[in-house]
């Protein structure tokens, strides 16, 4: 195996690490924050984008470790 592909592999497997902390960290701020001060669409639109982000690292990051 090259070194190249080693480096691949450990970078994803980082991301994946730090993504899924992420995730881990804002269901638990979720769940702790009962009121926010945000309207409705402004939390709506911010979730999907945040939930669509999380998703693309986690696709990328197990990418990275598969394909190389």
Known sequence: MQV???IVKVVG???LAWTIRSIVKHLKERKTSGHSE???T???LNNVLLY????FMTV???GMMVNN
Request: charged share 5%; aromatic share 10%.
């Open 4 to 6: 190249s592909t080693i």
């Open 13 to 15: 497997l980082l991301l």
């Open 38 to 40: 945000q309207s409705i």
């Open 42 to 44: 402004e939390q709506l």
């Open 52 to 55: 669509l982000w999380l998703t």
């Open 60 to 62: 990328f990051s197990v």
